[in-house]
T-cell receptor, first 116, second 116 residues
Framework: AQTVTQSQPEMSVQEAETVTLSCTYDTSESNYYLFWYKQPPSRQMILVIR??????QNATENRFSVNFQKAAKSFSLKISDSQLGDTAMYFC?????????????FGSGTQLTVLP | KAGVTQTPRYLIKTRGQQVTLSCSPISGHRSVSWYQQTPGQGLQFLFEYFSETQRNKGNFPGRFSGRQFSNSRSEMNVSTLELGDSALYLC???????????????FGPGTRLTVL
């Protein structure tokens, strides 16, 4: 079974600064997908960024980027130029490769607060 | 394109009752997954439906069931409600399985169930 660990329950960052959220996972699969989702106070789960395990290049989406270390089973999220709207709970999630059922295994989440 | 919709958004029931939640996926999406979110257990996978068939089920008692219709809309049912069933129930849809991307799940706003 897969497990996803987020060791930082809460973090804060000043507006316009950079913050990194940590995530580690455990799996015996060689190919899989990793995701970061954010859940603002509205509770709507929003996909932030995704990474395929067989791709060496780290994914980037505007101010969001990941540092994917496959051997270390680490998948951290970096948010640059933090904005007040980034305040949310962030979840790291794992999904098995294609052909498997669509099941996300989530970490426990990191509550990020962006301070003005 | 309209997002995932869930009805109702809020629901209050008493112990012993049963409840049915509904989820309409994004047009063209055929996979629907359900998750339960609670403060204590976090986000947990309930089950996934694809082409009207349950493909995978999480570790929940038989009181939790679901189905999918030919138009990909899905319902989940919880019978004999317990206090511990109070949670946010999230539905997510995704495209059919492919070798590449299309595996990411898009979430609805959730149904907040309170059991008294």
């Amino acid at each position: 079974a897969q497990t996803v660990t987020q060791s930082q329950p809460e973090m804060s960052v000043q507006e316009a600064e950079t913050v990194t959220l940590s995530c580690t996972y455990d799996t015996s699969e060689s190919n899989y997908y990793l995701f970061w989702y954010k859940q603002p106070p509205s509770r709507q789960m929003i996909l932030v960024i995704r990474q395929e395990a067989y791709k060496q290049q780290n994914a980037t989406e505007n101010r969001f980027s990941v540092n994917f270390q496959k051997a270390a089973k680490s998948f951290s999220l970096k948010i640059s130029d933090s904005q007040l709207g980034d305040t949310a709970m962030y979840f790291c999630a794992f999904m098995k490769p294609p052909g498997s059922a669509r099941q996300l295994t989530f970490g426990s989440g990191t509550q990020l607060t962006v301070l003005p | 394109k309209a997002g995932v919709t869930q009805t109702p958004r809020y629901l209050i029931k008493t112990r012993g009752q049963q409840v049915t939640l509904s989820c309409s996926p994004i047009s063209g999406h055929r996979s629907v997954s359900w998750y339960q979110q609670t403060p204590g257990q976090g986000l947990q996978f309930l089950f996934e439906y694809f082409s009207e068939t349950q493909r995978n089920k999480g570790n929940f008692p038989g009181r939790f069931s679901g189905r999918q219709f030919s138009n990909s809309r899905s319902e989940m049912n919880v019978s004999t409600l317990e206090l511990g069933d109070s949670a946010l129930y999230l539905c997510a849809s995704s495209l059919p399985p492919t070798g590449g991307w299309g595996n990411e799940q898009f979430f609805g706003p959730g149904t907040r169930l309170t059991v008294l």
